[in-house]
C-alpha cells in the first residue's frame, strides 16, 4: 500500500465493517500495512466486545438485493442498512429504495434514504438531464467508482417515480459490476440530509454478487476503544518522539496499542475472526506474539496479529478458532513474557498470508 492512508478498523455491533481510515504523517513515505477504574478481575467468560461504533445505529442488518421481491436481475449485491430501514422495488423504473418507515413522510419514495439505479454501458456515464458539479474516481469493495456531486438543470422536469430529493442537490456513487465491456453499473443516489458516515457505512459493506458479508469481527480484548490512548496506527516513532518512554522502536507503528498497566489481573486476549493460528511463539520485541490467517473476504485475505502475550498462554500452530475465541493472555509488564514491554496488546491487521512481525 503506497498512499497516504490506510485502513484501520471499525465495526458496529451484530454487523461490523474493516475499513476506518488513519491518515499518514506527511514528513516521511508510509510503509508497507503488515497489517477507568481498575477492576478486580477481568472477566474471560464476558461476551466479546465490538470495536468502534461507526453509524448511530446499534445494530445493521444484511439484505441481499436478488431476494428483493421484483428486483431486477441485474441486482446481484449485498449491503447492510440500519435496522429499522425497508427496501423495496420500484418495478416501474427497475430501481431499489432503501427508505426508514420512520420518517415523516407519507409515502415510502419520499422517505428514501438510498436510491439505486442501474445502467448497462462499457464506461461510466452520466445523464445529460443533470449539472456535475463535483467528481472523483475510487473504488468500493475492488470496484471502480466514480462519485458525482449533481443537481438537476433547472429546464428539465422533475424526475418522474423517483424521491422528490433526486431533483435537489446530491451525492450519486456509480459502480462498475464487471470488468466486461458492456457492464452493468450500478448508481446509488443518497438523500441530501443523511448522515454521510452512514452513507459511507453503506458503500463499505456493499458487496457485489453479494457473495461475503463480513458479520462477525470483534474486538479482541475487553475496552478496545477507550484504551487505545497511546500509539494509534500509522504514528512515527523514535526513542526521541515516542508518547511512550523509554522507547526502542524506530519506525511506523502498523498496529494499535491497547494499553493494561494499570489491571494487575489476567486479561484475555480474543480472535477478532475466525481463523486458522499460523505463528505462536516468542519474538524480539513482543514477547508471546500470535499471527491468525483468515479465510477470504470482501476484503481479500488477511492476517491478525497480537502481541505481547504470555508465550505460555499461546494456542498451537495450525489450531482452528472462531472469532471471540480465547487465544491467550497479556503478559506480564516489563517482563521476558513481554520482552521487557509495558503490559499492553499491540493489534495489527495486514493484507495477504504473509507472516510479517514488524511492529
Known sequence: MNSRSAALLAAALGIVVLVAIALWP?????????????????????????????????????????AITGAAPAYQFAAIIPPAWQVEAITSLEAINLY???????????????????????????????????????????????????VKQKSVPPFKGQPSWRNEQHLVT?????????????????????????????????????????TSFLAPIKEFKSRLTKKPFGLF?????????????????????????????????????????????????????????????????????????????LPPVGQHVEAGEKIGLLGQGNSAATDGERKHLHFAIAKGQEINLTG
Open 174 to 214: 456509480d459502480v462498475r459490476v464487471s470488468d466486461a465491456s458492456p457492464a452493468v453499473f450500478y448508481v446509488i443516489a443518497k438523500r441530501p440530509d443523511l448522515d454521510d458516515d452512514i452513507y459511507q457505512q453503506f458503500l463499505d459493506q456493499f458487496v457485489v454478487d453479494g457473495s461475503t458479508i463480513e
Open 237 to 313: 516513532v523514535s526513542p526521541e518522539t515516542s508518547p511512550v518512554q523509554p522507547e526502542r522502536f524506530s519506525g511506523w507503528h502498523t498496529g494499535v496499542d491497547i494499553e493494561y498497566q494499570d489491571i494487575s489481573a489476567q486479561v484475555v486476549v480474543k480472535a477478532f475472526a475466525a481463523g486458522t493460528v499460523a505463528f505462536a511463539s516468542r519474538a524480539d520485541g513482543y514477547g508471546g506474539v500470535v499471527v491468525l490467517t483468515h479465510p477470504k473476504t470482501a476484503r481479500g485475505q488477511l492476517t491478525s496479529l497480537y502481541g505481547h502475550l504470555d508465550p505460555a498462554s
Open 26 to 66: 506527511s514528513q516521511e513515505a508510509a510503509p508497507e500495512l503488515p497489517m477507568a477504574t481498575t477492576p478486580t478481575t477481568v472477566d474471560e467468560e464476558a461476551a466479546p466486545q465490538p470495536f468502534i461504533d461507526v453509524a448511530p445505529e446499534s445494530t445493521w442488518r444484511v439484505f441481499k438485493a436478488s
Open 100 to 150: 426508514n418507515p420512520d420518517a415523516p413522510d407519507i409515502s415510502t419514495l419520499e422517505q428514501s434514504q438510498i436510491f439505486i439505479r442501474f445502467f448497462t454501458a462499457n464506461q461510466f456515464l452520466t445523464l445529460a438531464t443533470v449539472d456535475i458539479l463535483e467528481q472523483h474516481d475510487l473504488t468500493i469493495n475492488d470496484r471502480p467508482a466514480r462519485r458525482y456531486e449533481i
